[in-house]
């Protein structure tokens, strides 16, 4: 399988970069699977969304992501996130409290943290 270039950004920080075989992201029209040679494609992410990169060595790097762009052009794929989080530095306990205590947007944003963590609430 060819590889792409990929970036995973937030507003605060580059979270991610480098070379992918598979990107999976949940759009405002519906989940979106993109491969190396994918038509050029702009789409809106979705509040409470989690984005999937699958690495050349098989390795899967989650992110929660809470709105932004993702842009498919020739150079790659490009993830614009409002505001995103790296699976493995999120903090189950707390997104556990959040989904209990917070308003609506702050539950949903709570519940991707957790399913990009691998826990369910």
């Keep these: 399988m060819a590889n792409m270039s990929v970036q995973l950004v937030a507003v605060e920080r580059?979270?991610?970069?480098?070379?992918?075989?598979a990107?999976?992201?949940?759009?405002?029209?519906g989940e979106i699977g993109i491969l190396s040679g994918h038509e050029p494609v702009l789409g809106q992410l979705v509040e409470g969304g989690v984005v999937k990169i699958t690495t050349p060595e098989k390795e899967t790097v989650?992110?929660?992501?809470?709105?932004?762009?993702?842009?498919?052009t020739a150079d790659g794929v490009s993830v614009l996130?409002?505001?995103?989080?790296?699976?493995?530095?999120?903090?189950?306990?707390q997104a556990r409290e959040d989904v209990k205590r917070g308003d609506e947007q702050a539950?949903?944003?709570?519940?991707?943290?957790?399913?990009?963590a691998g826990h369910s609430s």
């Design 62 to 72: 989650t992110a929660a992501v809470h709105g932004g762009f993702l842009s498919v």
């Design 81 to 93: 996130a409002e505001s995103a989080e790296l699976a493995d530095e999120i903090d189950v306990a």
């Design 107 to 116: 539950r949903a944003r709570a519940l991707s943290r957790l399913r990009a």
């Design 23 to 29: 990107v999976v992201a949940q759009t405002t029209e």
């Design 14 to 21: 580059r979270l991610w970069s480098g070379e992918a075989t």
